[in-house]
DNA sequence: TCAACCGAAATTGTACACAATCAGCTGATC
DNA sequence: GATCAGCTGATTGTGTACAATTTCGGTTGA
């Protein structure tokens, strides 16, 4: 249970990093109460920058903290996800909004087109297996990053990451699993690039809102 | 330059909130940096407790963080903030449609009616000085702060308590300065509330977020 | 049996000492 | 005069000791 040692990085960087890492992947599990002198001996690391880390990832919101008492992982449980997708949607809307408003930049408009093109070679296999659900993740990682990035706006990046790393409202997280799935997915993701495009920012906004909210509620 | 010394809670917890609350009242200017020592004496507490509440600061998006070379005040312009009012917008909008879609119960609802009436006491007076300011400033917080209790979303107020958390987009800013203009809020939060006790919850989101919208650009 | 109480052990909170790193100055070199 | 290496004081990062608080077992008394 060893941290990476980029020996630059302070230690409660990298602390909160791991962690949050394994929040993301589930080796924490939700309502666990964290033991500051075994996490601590865990991680190699001494209880100051653990708890620099613990206090950081309670700001982030993914740890739970009362005074006296310590910290405990938050509970993710099936109906907060429903409201993380919900507010992710919300967000992520916004900025695509104003990645239309602004117009994209050559490299932005690149990357969507390549992520696009990437996305609809998995669809023209037809197929749904674990690799070309691994191919489509990739893909739409890149789809919703790279706009992000284009919306030029770092509040709203930040808080839009906040709620990304929310265990369950991943980005990476793809709850398509049949081929029809992800080629209505891919659709999205043209029709929205168009309404970029075209500026047209209420519409770019509105099927992206509707695309997130999709991806969680067509289960 | 003491902090009020309510024992029980930890010293990071007071230090995070002392600081907090001197970002919004400009007490610390932005771009600033934070001498750790002379902060720490300042405060009456030790490093220790100081640095933890720091790097919360900083997952809240507060502070800016470089390793090694400490935390300085996070800069926040006037672009800034207009771009915190549009997420700002958002939020709110999707916290009314939260509370539209769930229903009021009763003593949301006492709340909110209380708040209106105050607000149109304040309309009733056809002034708009500092005392009928404050008094429209009171009203305006319970009323957002009652909705956003009553959309029951624990994920949506931690996220939207950061961005009103941000200097400028607080909501204790009033950026209203003639009784016309706290007539036309006044009138917002009426309609508001209609379209939520009607459970329209769209045209409640819209309402509210182009009511959150305006609080800025009217200016 | 049960609740309240007490103490010891475990756990969290804080201060402080020291290590690591950075910023600014000095002076040597070209 | 500009540049850069190296020194030095200042600042940040971390480990550790100890104080404060909570937790939990056992004991007492009704």
Redesign the pocket.
Known sequence: MDLPDR??R???IAVADALRERMLDGALRDGE?????RLADALG?????L??ALHALAAEGLLEYA?????TVRDFSTELIDEAFEIRAALEGLACRFAARRGLDASSRASLETALAQGEAVVATGQCGPAELERYRTANVAFHETLLHAAQNRQLADTLRLVLNRPGASLRRIVAFTPDQIRQRVDDHRRILEAILSQDYGRAELLMRDHVSGIRTAR
């Open positions: 020996a630059l302070p230690r409660a109460k964290l033991n500051e002198t690391v001494s209880r100051t920058p708890r620099a005074p006296n008492r310590g910290f």
